[in-house]
């Protein structure tokens, strides 16, 4: 049996299929219609509402989550509040009135998601550096930004009594109770024994983790998904540990979480992580399901070869590593054989002296699949000279890959503009992007040319915002 807390009251649902998405459910199920359908893929926001949990602390978490792509089945043992219960009193919730307060809505279609991703960024207890980062993923057509980024900011970090959550501990001692679920097309195993036991067992069912990929099959190409493994709360799949030379990163740890970890300890990769998809969809997708599909414009992939990751690939009896380069095989394939899963991804310290920059071209600035990717990792010795060196790129060719030609100019040679220039001049020779319709080829081969050309011109300047970690 599924049960699922929606707003104050614990819903039991006795069958609903692997593939049901929870905003259909809201709407049709339960007449909940405040969340509404836009894009039906997690890009406009307009079906947001706020996924309640228990975090490591033991405190109740509020996350913002797009429903039109997370499963219901997802969520049990969850709570889910909607925009109708922020108002079920009748009177307008302090994040409804911060909206009004700052003239936030003129056609009013995606009101009630802004509303939401203001309510999860009200309900956290330490406000965020960046409050807009809560609306990045809440497109809105006719008011503009202006007064919603005010709406962010009246709300960020100030307390106020909550009318829509009154009796948190009975909400927290809920979801400590509630028990562990699998049926027989939805198995949410919890250990590494129990999800070897459910791939045996459900030979063809689909893995998922956040689901924001997985979920597009269903909602864009109308297709069916009759059974799942969902292993986003498999422990050892969950949790961060520091190693002798870096980080264990579980391969179901949400890409909020990991953005936590790598802001502190690879900077220059905070801008990417800012940038992949929103906060909201970072409040489900994982690094196991972005080298899962194996994108070739995923942000990940280029990411991880740049860092020297290992990716931890396991059937349950023996764990193999990988580098990001080997796994990804080729177009959206993996060496992953349907008995495996990737447990993990490795990631070793930076050294003292390695420069990092990761760069990424899309049409907007959040929310958006990059145009280029381009990561380089780059080491010299006392007199300047390039010792050691990875280039890696995303969106040039049919799968991630590393520049190893550049590479070898590179390795040796005097890091200064002349060597530069050289690479420049050889880039059009050892890529052959695609067109379509994020950019032509000849626009990435540019790109790829002039980011180059930034990462120097930024090594070289006194202001850099990245690179160094000595
Ligand atoms: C609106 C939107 C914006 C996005 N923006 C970006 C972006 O800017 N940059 C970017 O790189 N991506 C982006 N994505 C793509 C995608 O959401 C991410 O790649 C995300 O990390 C996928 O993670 P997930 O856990 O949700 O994957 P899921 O949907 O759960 O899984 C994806 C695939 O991986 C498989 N899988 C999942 N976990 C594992 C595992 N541990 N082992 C083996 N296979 C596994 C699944 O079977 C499935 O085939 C975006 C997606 C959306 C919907
Ligand atoms: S309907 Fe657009 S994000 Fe869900
Ligand atoms: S108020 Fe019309 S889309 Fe935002």
Redesign the pocket.
């Known amino acids: 049996m599924l049960e699922v807390m929606i707003n104050d009251s614990v819903v039991q649902i006795d069958y609903a299929a692997a593939d049901t998405m929870l905003l259909n459910y809201l709407r049709e199920d339960q007449g909940l219609v405040g969340s509404k359908e836009g894009c039906a893929?997690?890009?406009c926001g307009a079906c947001t509402v706020v996924m309640v949990d228990i975090d490591a602390d033991e405190q109740l978490c509020y996350r913002q989550i797009?429903a039109c792509?997370t499963p219901l089945n997802a969520l049990h043992g969850k709570q889910i509040i909607t925009v109708e219960q922020l108002s079920k009193h009748g009177e307008l919730h302090p994040v409804q009135q911060a909206v009004v307060d700052q003239h936030g809505t003129q056609c009013g279609f995606c009101t009630p998601g802004v509303v939401m991703s203001l309510y999860a960024l009200s309900k956290q207890s330490t406000p965020p550096t960046n409050p807009t980062d809560y609306l990045a993923?809440n497109l809105c057509r006719c008011t503009g930004y202006g007064p919603l980024i005010e709406a962010a900011k009246q709300v960020a970090g100030v307390e106020y009594f909550d009318p829509a959550q009154t009796n948190e501990s009975s909400v927290k001692q809920w979801i400590k109770e509630s028990d562990s679920q699998q049926t027989l097309h939805y198995a949410k195993p919890s250990t590494r024994q129990e999800l070897a036991e459910a791939k045996t067992r459900m030979p063809s069912a689909?893995?998922?983790?956040?689901?924001?990929?997985?979920?597009?099959e269903v909602t864009q190409q109308l297709k069916s998904i009759k059974q799942i493994i969902d292993?986003s709360e498999v422990d050892e799949?969950t949790t961060i540990s520091e190693t002798k030379s870096g980080w264990r990163v579980g391969?179901?740890v949400p890409?909020y979480e990991v953005h936590q970890l790598m802001r502190e300890h690879f900077p220059s990769t905070d801008e990417i992580f800012e940038?992949?998809?929103?906060l909201t969809?970072r409040h489900?997708?994982?690094?196991?399901?972005?080298?899962?599909?194996a994108?070739p414009?995923?942000?990940?992939a280029p990411l991880l070869i740049s860092l020297n990751a290992k990716i931890e690939v396991d059937d349950g009896a023996e764990k193999r590593l990988y580098s990001p380069e080997d796994y990804i095989t080729g177009y959206r394939e993996t060496v992953?054989k349907p008995e495996?899963?990737?447990?993990a991804v490795l990631l070793p310290k930076l050294a003292p002296q390695q420069r990092h920059a990761i760069y990424k071209i899309?049409k907007r600035f959040e929310?958006?699949?990059?145009t280029v990717v381009l990561a380089i990792n780059l080491t010299t010795d006392g007199d300047n000279r390039i010792k050691r060196c990875i280039l890696s790129a995303g969106g040039i060719a049919a799968k991630s890959i590393r520049l190893r030609e550049l590479e070898r100019l590179m390795i040796g040679r005097p890091f200064t503009q002349l060597l530069v220039h050289k690479i420049k001049a050889c880039v059009p020779d050892v890529i052959n992007p695609l067109s379509d319709v994020r950019g032509s080829a000849e626009y990435r081969v540019a790109l790829i040319q002039n980011l180059l050309q930034r990462f120097y011109l930024e090594c070289n300047s006194i202001n850099t915002r990245l690179v160094s970690h000595a």
Not at 206 to 216: F, N, R, S
Not at 297 to 300: K, L, Q, S, T, V
């Open positions: 893929s997690g890009d797009n792509i993923g689909k893995l998922i983790a956040g689901g924001t990929d997985v979920a597009l292993i799949l391969a179901s890409l940038r992949l998809g929103s969809i489900r997708a994982t690094m196991g399901g972005s080298l899962g599909h994108s414009i995923g942000d990940i992953l495996q899963w990737i447990s899309s929310d958006d699949i990059s």
